[in-house]
């Protein structure tokens, strides 16, 4: 079935720093990829998608590419600050077989330090 | 705004108890979704709506049932069956069944404890 392994954190980085974190899919057909954003006590909110291949999500800075021949989604900032510290989960839309249920990750827990 | 609210924010059960957490939305969205979250599991889905007066269950369905009489609402009911309740719930959204592409959107979630 569909899945997604996304980079173990916690991950923690200063100011400034450039963040990657990777996220690989197992999937039949081509899947719509996100990357979900979770703040401290809130709900998840979507940070960026891509729904093809080779297709490029970007917002806030952030960025992340689909990539069909490895089956990846890596998330990347080039400059991360305090406030991107939070939980960051992958996820991928399944198909017709699997009523477009969405996939997570496991989540990355990402701490910024001033 | 359009969105979606889950109230309480906190809630507690007492042993045997049965609670409901409710899910509104005001996106016309046709396609709802209760997931649990855990400390370093993800989410996992309880049970998910494609259109109004039909659901079918998730991957963790025993000890929750749901309801869908109209469509901005999908409350979920935590029954004694479920042993081990205590977690965090959230109640998402989609235009519908058939959009791979369209997002989930998220409330920010009710925090279960037992007494």
């Known amino acids: 079935g569909d899945s997604v392994t996304q980079m173990e954190g916690p991950v923690t980085l200063s100011e400034e720093a450039f963040l990657t974190i990777n996220c690989t899919y197992t999937?039949?057909?081509?899947?719509?990829l996100f990357w979900y954003v979770q703040y401290p006590g809130e709900g998840l909110q979507l940070l960026l998608k891509?729904?093809?291949?080779?297709d490029k999500g970007s917002n806030k800075g952030f960025e992340a590419t689909y990539r069909k021949e490895t089956t990846s989604f890596h998330l990347e900032k080039g400059s991360v600050q305090v406030s991107d510290s939070a939980v960051y989960f992958c996820?991928?839309?399944?198909?017709?077989?699997?009523?477009?249920?969405?996939?997570f990750g496991a989540g990355t827990t990402v701490t910024v330090r001033a | 705004d359009g969105g979606i609210t889950q109230s309480p924010k906190y809630l507690f059960r007492k042993e045997g108890q049965n609670v409901t957490l409710s899910c509104e939305q005001n996106?016309?969205?046709?396609?709802m979704y209760w997931y649990r979250q855990d400390p370093g599991q993800g989410l996992r889905l309880i049970y998910y709506?494609?259109?109004?007066?039909?659901?079918q269950k998730g991957d963790i369905a025993e000890g929750y049932s749901v309801s869908r009489e109209k469509k901005e609402s999908f409350p979920l009911t935590v029954t004694s069956a479920q042993k081990n309740p205590t977690a965090f719930y959230l109640c998402?959204?989609?235009?519908?069944?058939?959009?791979?592409?369209?997002?989930?959107?998220f409330g920010d979630g009710t925090r279960l404890s037992i007494l």
């Open positions: 998402a959204s989609s235009l519908g069944a058939g959009l791979s592409n369209q997002p989930q959107h």
């Open positions: 999937a039949t057909g081509y899947p719509s």
């Open positions: 891509a729904t093809k291949a080779d």
């Open positions: 996820a991928l839309s399944g198909g017709p077989s699997n009523d477009y249920k969405l996939s």
């Open positions: 996106l016309n969205h046709d396609a």
């Open positions: 709506s494609q259109i109004v007066n039909d659901f």
